[in-house]
């Protein structure tokens, strides 16, 4: 059974920090990875897609790799009331449109004024 | 360039009753999938379409649930009878050919 984990929260954190958001997945040949954001009542929206072990920075977002320890994680910086919702990491285990995403519960981050 | 559309966006049945859903991919898009999402959970996958053809339908119950592509654009998912724990919403997703997957809004349904 291939599983994705992710700490449900709440994680908390005041207005113009940094939020951490960590995930990590059973199936060692898992190709590609991916963090939605799902704010109540709506659909998840992609955010970041990583595919290769390191950093990728796009804005305030820094999504982070890691195969051998099979970890992902996002990074958000200067963290805004807005992006208080419930994040969602999603791993594909074959890539490419032949596979599909298995998520993790999601994170509930909530950021304080 | 125009999104996911699902319809309905709610819908509320009793036990043992049928419902459909209907979903439109984006354009051009030939990979549509089919989610559960029970509150507090993530989406889980039910089916996923390449086309006309089924590619993965491991997790569709398929007592009750059934899925068709007919012409591979639009899809509709059925379920029939339901049953309380198929309260949830229904997301659909489209990719093209890479595995960035767009979602629609969603139908929750509610079975009471």
């Known amino acids: 059974q291939k599983e994705v984990e992710q700490n449900s929260g709440p994680l908390s954190v005041p207005e113009g920090a940094i939020a951490s958001l960590n995930c990590t997945y059973s199936?060692?040949?898992?190709?590609?990875f991916f963090w939605y954001r799902q704010y109540s009542g709506k659909s998840p929206e992609l955010i970041m897609s990583i595919y290769s072990n390191g950093d990728k920075e796009d804005g305030r977002f820094t999504a982070q790799l890691n195969k051998a320890s099979q970890y992902v994680s996002l990074l958000i910086r200067d963290s805004q009331p807005s992006d208080s919702a419930t994040y969602l990491c999603?791993?594909?285990?074959?890539?490419?449109?032949?596979?599909?995403?298995?998520f993790g519960k999601g994170t509930k981050l909530s950021v304080k004024p | 360039e125009a999104g996911v559309a699902q319809s309905p966006r709610y819908k509320i049945i009793e036990k043992r009753q049928s419902v459909a859903f209907w979903c439109n991919p984006i354009s051009g898009h030939a990979t549509l999938y089919w989610y559960q999402q029970i509150l507090g959970q993530g989406p889980k996958l039910l089916i996923q379409?390449?086309?006309?053809?089924?590619?993965?339908d491991s997790q569709l119950p398929k007592d009750r649930f059934s899925a068709e592509r007919l012409k591979g654009v639009d899809s509709t998912l059925k379920i029939q009878p339901a049953k309380l724990e198929d309260s949830a919403v229904y997301l659909c997703?489209?990719?093209?050919?890479?595995?960035?997957?767009?979602f629609g809004p969603g139908t929750r349904l509610t079975v009471l």
């Open positions: 999603a791993v594909n285990n074959y890539g490419g449109s032949q596979g599909n995403l298995i």
């Open positions: 379409f390449q086309n006309n053809g089924v590619v993965d």
């Open positions: 997703a489209s990719s093209s050919f890479s595995d960035t997957q767009y």
């Open positions: 199936d060692r040949g898992s190709q590609s």
